[in-house]
T-cell receptor, first 114, second 109 residues
Framework: IAGITQAPTSQILAAGRRMTLRCTQD?????MYWYRQDLGLGLRLIHY???????GKGEVPDGYSVSRANTDDFPLTLASAVPSQTSVYFC?????????????FGDGTRLSIL | GQNIDQPTEMTATEGAIVQINCTYQ??????LFWYQQHAGEAPTFLSY??LDGLEEKGRFSSFLSRSKGYSYLLLKELQMKDSASYLC??????????WGAGTKLIIKP
């Protein structure tokens, strides 16, 4: 079934540890996104990529990095996790970065930093 | 700054009609999206508006007024499975989505 796969589903992590959240899509979408979702707040964009080989910063990029080596994969790395990064992380993709195409979301990664 | 406002929570009765409002102030406008999100799940796309007027899709309709910075999602013949959060998002001048915090819709029998 075509779609977006995120891993892990959930994780508990000690503060200061490094963590990479994985995201893979098989829809051949050009644009990919990482969001965090916190209670009472809207989805906030962390980083995005409009095409393989390019990335951009979103609203809340500090403490996170991404890479886009190919069309399918868009990993998100927390270099040194802090408790304020406890959140639900969603990866999304769309056919292109502009136009009217909707974004499609993975099932999310629930991350707790202790 | 950029801002999307939606009611935090609404309650409606099974079989009835409910209207969820969204007002926005963004730097530019390149379309408005509505998504549905069940608890613990991913958001799923419902509708898209870029021109003023009403877009109908089955039991769901979405309306846009660009001059007023206003949209609503209309849900008819409510079913228990419609209990979810409804997210309004506006694509700004940079083609990034700005998201509202969502409206939690509770359906009662």
């Amino acid at each position: 079934i075509a779609g977006i796969t995120q891993a892990p589903t959930s994780q508990i992590l000690a503060a200061g540890r490094r963590m990479t959240l994985r995201c893979t899509q098989d829809m051949r979408h050009n644009a990919m996104y990482w969001y965090r979702q916190d209670l009472g707040l809207g989805l906030r964009l962390i980083h995005y990529s409009n095409t393989a080989g390019t990335t951009g910063k979103g609203e809340v990029p500090d403490g996170y990095s991404v890479s886009r080596a190919n069309t399918d994969d868009f990993p998100l790395t927390l270099a040194s996790a802090v408790p304020s990064q406890t959140s639900v992380y969603f990866c999304a993709s769309s056919l292109s970065g502009d136009g009217n195409q909707p974004q499609h979301f993975g099932d999310g990664t629930r991350l707790s930093i202790l | 700054g950029q801002n999307i406002d939606q009611p935090t929570e609404m309650t409606a009765t099974e079989g009835a009609i409910v209207q969820i409002n969204c007002t926005y102030q963004t730097s530019g406008f390149n379309g408005l999206f509505w998504y549905q999100q069940h608890a613990g799940e991913a958001p799923t796309f419902l509708s898209y508006n870029v021109l003023d007027g009403l877009e109908e899709k089955g039991r769901f309709s979405s309306f846009l007024s660009r001059s007023k910075g206003y949209s609503y999602l209309l849900l008819k013949e409510l079913q228990m499975k419609d209990s979810a959060s409804y997210l309004c998002a506006v694509r700004d001048s940079n083609y990034q989505l700005i998201w509202g915090a969502g409206t939690k819709l509770i359906i009662k029998p």
